[in-house]
């Protein structure tokens, strides 16, 4: 049951980050998902990600839309700030709380269905504004919580549990976040953790919009041979461009890596991103290559993971806006209201 608390106690040997923290801290409630859901791994790579980069837990603000991928934000960082939205309405939600308070770390959490279906409207917008999250999309292919029917992103041809084909064309979340001008954007998997906590790392730490796709596959409705979501589908059809390093802003790089293997991408944070690349013909700072590439292994039947676009000094809504440094609420009523005269110079523009 959520609403059941994990005890408190732990080893008094287990290691403590930077600021003290164990990986304990950045723990939520006892998630209540299936046994062997990506989901859950997903959660644990969340809190890996946070523990390593010393992050305070209250000052992350996780949100959330409906279904069981929207469960998971409950299930870690319980000392965070958290909104579980309405089904498909997260992103506009977390968007108006990051204009009113810039000073926190926003995580988004969504499912395909949430995303792709009800809410791509809302899921296409924050990206191509540039709201500075991190959006994580937990895709099974399927409504996991309301007992499996297809998703948008299931791939046209592929199987259900109980033997239907579907048909449909699939929307492909990571080609979706290239066109609207997402500035990271990554693709993994929910059981490649050694991929998946670096890439929440360095979404982290980037300035500007960042979506992850991570195939999670459902155990119980989504696990069969026919599906494109399965743990041996993912694993037999994975192309990975590249394996990404997350270098913290306060450590120093070293170049110990062969030129042309290596691509290193500078943060706005000051962090780097050390990519050793997999393939050579793949460039994760060209948009349009990108997102030539994904069609063309998408037509030949493979998965493409890694980090798929890095914009380098990327710029995020506040910026774009010119609003002021501090967070809105705490704006004083001195600075919200200048006085009569600086009133008139304003209304004087519009006369
Ligand atoms: C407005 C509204 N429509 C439909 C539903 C029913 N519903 C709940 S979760 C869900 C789909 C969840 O799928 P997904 O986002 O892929 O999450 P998963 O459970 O697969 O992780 C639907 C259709 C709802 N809760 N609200
Ligand atoms: S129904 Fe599927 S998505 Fe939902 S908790 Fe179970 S395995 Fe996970
Ligand atoms: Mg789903």
Redesign the pocket.
Known sequence: MTYIAKPKLHHPSLATNKIGFTRRDYEGRISTLCAGCG?DSISAAVIQACFELDIEPHRVAKFS??????KTPDYFLGQAHGFNS???RMPSVLTGAYLANRGLIYLGV??????A??GLGQFVHCLRRGVNMVYIC???G?????KG?F?ATADAGSKSKGGETNTDAPIDLVSMGLLMGATYVARSFSGDKKQLVPLIKGALSHTGSAILDVI?P?VTFNNHAGSTKSFDFVREHNDTVNRVDFVPATAEITVDYEPGTTQVVRQHDGSYLKLAKLRDDYDPSNRIAALAYLQERQAAGELVTGLLYVEEGAADLHTHLGTIEGPLNKLTEKALCPGAAALEVVNGEYR
């Open positions: 989901h839309g409906i279904g069981c991928s929207s309405v089904h498909g969504s499912g395909d269905g949430d995303s279906s009800i937990e895709n099974n399927v409504y996991g919580l309301t029917q998703s999670s459902c």
